[in-house]
């Protein structure tokens, strides 16, 4: 999501070049560990599925493929323009910069919903999960939201009026509507998408206990429980991390009215999806933190 804050206080060169710094010294320093750790947990899904493909874990790999791009942005495009205080790829640059962070978020955002829809097959008709969600199916989907995306970043624009920008004096991303605009409008499908997601979670998650309070103590049983809710846990944590970046522009940065605040604070929670993909990933899949660990071992 982009920024649309606005600030009343004006900086001085001096001033404003030190705050340039500290925000690009502190996106260097938040975003290149998280490229590093997000970059080996697609390596490591991409070896599993070279003998273990399923869909679930096609769809996160798609996730944080889209995430990464997102924090490669920042690492090689914010960051210098904040350093230097200027859109060093010119104007046309900035455009493309802003309305890529608007297609990356919208692409994980597209996949999470398929992941969501996944889960809720899988928990209440399971009889029909092969067939909705077959390996091959679940790979033509994943390429769907890159397509998708594009066509639903390209209507907001058309709708509205409005660019994506970065603004390299504020150090945000943000949207730029030269005759005032107005974005709801395609904002808000998106965060009444996002709640319809999270009902459609809190009912699975009432089916998931009552199921698991009928499994009886075998030690089989017990096991495909817990590794259901394992899953559905991860799937739960990525719509989580999109959501909290949404909620936060609309009841965070607003307030955010001091430039070095809201440059920081912007880089942290557009970054909610990318980190929150990455840590749920590494929490709750033990595949994946096995083979992140295999690629530390000596030959």
Same mark, same amino acid.
């Given at each position: 999501?982009?920024?649309?804050?606005?600030?009343?206080?004006?900086?001085?060169?001096?001033? =404003?070049?030190?705050?340039?710094?500290?925000?690009?010294?502190?996106?260097?320093?938040?975003?290149?560990?998280?490229?590093?750790?997000?970059?080996?947990?697609?390596?490591?899904?991409?070896?599993?599925?070279?003998?273990?493909?399923?869909?679930?874990?096609?769809?996160?790999?798609?996730?944080?493929?889209?995430?990464?791009? =997102?924090?490669?942005?920042?690492?090689?495009?914010?960051?210098?323009?904040?350093?230097?205080?200027?859109?060093?790829?010119?104007?046309?640059?900035?455009?493309?910069?802003?309305?890529?962070?608007?297609?990356?978020?919208?692409?994980?955002?597209?996949?999470?919903?398929?992941?969501?829809?996944?889960?809720?097959?899988?928990? #209440?008709?399971?009889?029909?999960?092969?067939?909705?969600?077959?390996?091959?199916?679940?790979?033509?989907?994943?390429?769907?939201?890159?397509?998708?995306?594009?066509?639903?970043?390209?209507?907001?624009?058309?709708?509205?009026?409005?660019?994506?920008?970065?603004?390299?004096?504020?150090?945000? #991303?943000? @949207?730029?509507?030269?005759?005032?605009?107005?974005?709801?409008?395609?904002?808000?499908?998106?965060? &009444?998408?996002?709640?319809? @997601?999270?009902?459609?979670?809190?009912?699975?998650?009432?089916?998931?206990?009552?199921?698991?309070?009928?499994?009886?103590?075998?030690?089989?049983?017990?096991?495909?429980?817990?590794?259901?809710?394992?899953?559905?846990?991860?799937?739960?944590?990525?719509?989580?991390? @999109?959501?909290?970046?949404?909620?936060?522009?609309?009841? @965070?940065?607003?307030?955010?009215?001091?430039?070095?605040?809201?440059?920081?604070?912007?880089?942290?929670?557009?970054?909610?999806?990318?980190?929150?993909?990455? &840590?749920?990933?590494?929490?709750?899949?033990?595949?994946?933190?096995?083979?992140?660990?295999?690629?530390?071992?000596?030959?």
């Amino acid at each position: 999501m982009s920024n649309n804050t606005t600030f009343n206080k004006t900086f001085d060169d001096s001033e =404003l070049k030190t705050y340039g710094r500290t925000v690009a010294i502190f996106t260097w320093i938040y975003c290149i560990p998280g490229a590093v750790v997000l970059l080996l947990a697609i390596r490591a899904n991409l070896q599993i599925m070279k003998t273990e493909a399923m869909p679930f874990r096609v769809l996160v790999t798609n996730t944080m493929a889209a995430d990464f791009t =997102l924090l490669i942005l920042f690492i090689f495009y914010a960051a210098p323009c904040d350093l230097l205080l200027t859109e060093v790829y010119g104007h046309t640059g900035s455009i493309l910069a802003g309305t890529y962070q608007a297609y990356a978020f919208i692409t994980s955002m597209f996949t999470s919903f398929v992941i969501s829809s996944n889960r809720f097959v899988a928990i #209440f008709f399971p009889q029909s999960l092969d067939r909705y969600f077959s390996l091959k199916r679940t790979y033509v989907i994943a390429a769907m939201t890159w397509l998708a995306a594009v066509f639903y970043a390209l209507f907001d624009v058309y709708m509205t009026g409005c660019d994506y920008i970065y603004d390299e004096r504020k150090f945000i #991303f943000s @949207i730029y509507c030269p005759d005032q605009g107005d974005h709801f409008f395609v904002t808000s499908k998106a965060i &009444l998408g996002l709640y319809g @997601i999270g009902f459609m979670y809190g009912l699975a998650l009432i089916k998931l206990k009552r199921d698991n309070a009928k499994i009886s103590s075998e030690e089989i049983a017990q096991n495909m429980a817990k590794r259901r809710m394992r899953v559905f846990w991860q799937a739960f944590g990525i719509w989580a991390s @999109i959501l909290a970046n949404v909620l936060a522009y609309h009841f @965070i940065s607003p307030y955010m009215t001091h430039v070095l605040l809201n440059g920081i604070v912007s880089v942290v929670l557009i970054l909610c999806p990318p980190y929150g993909t990455c &840590l749920i990933v590494l929490i709750f899949d033990g595949k994946t933190r096995k083979h992140i660990a295999s690629f530390s071992d000596v030959q």
